[in-house]
């Protein structure tokens, strides 16, 4: 328990060190790929989000997502990658090879779904190699090439706004 602290406590700073001089580069590319971090802490409903995407024309084989979990019992088998802090060593980095395989990926865009900053989650999406990176906006503006000011329970609304402004900016 105590362990977990300091090492949250390390991650956080981690990550505020590499915050610190990030520069946002962001493509004029259409979208074609979509990356998702879904934290399943607040929600598990991951699949209505997905749907919701699926809505503006996106077919699944174009989604890709990873989960993030508070905990994760060494029992439990998921049809879906999964991650939790156990995932991360000391030094900041993901020691999975899902998570490293989501990472590797080069989505067109990238949307992290969750409005609590979590160490975890953060550090994730920064470490994303996706052109176009969307979040809430109760998160690190730094992160982002763009926000939404609404909450992870309304994935309507989000997608709604999201797809809006995607138009308007000619990505998709």
Request: no cysteine.
């Amino acid at each position: 328990m105590f362990s977990n602290k300091i090492k949250d406590f390390i991650i956080k700073n981690n990550v505020k060190k590499r915050l610190s001089n990030v520069k946002h580069l962001a493509s004029n590319d259409v979208i074609k790929t979509i990356g998702i971090i879904f934290d399943e802490t607040e929600s598990n409903d991951k699949e209505s989000l997905i749907k919701e995407i699926q809505k503006f024309g996106f077919q699944s084989n174009q989604i890709d997502f990873i989960v993030f979990r508070e905990k994760v019992k060494k029992t439990e088998v998921f049809n879906y990658p999964v991650f939790s802090m156990k995932d991360i060593n000391w030094n900041a980095s993901f020691q999975k090879d899902e998570v490293k395989q989501f990472l590797n990926k080069n989505f067109d865009l990238l949307i992290s779904y969750y409005d609590v900053e979590k160490p975890a989650l953060v550090l994730l999406t920064h470490s994303s190699k996706a052109n176009f990176k969307v979040g809430f906006a109760n998160v690190d503006n730094r992160l982002h090439h763009f926000m939404i000011q609404s909450n992870a329970k309304n994935k309507v609304v989000f997608t709604d706004e999201l797809f809006k402004y995607l138009k308007i900016l000619k990505k998709i």
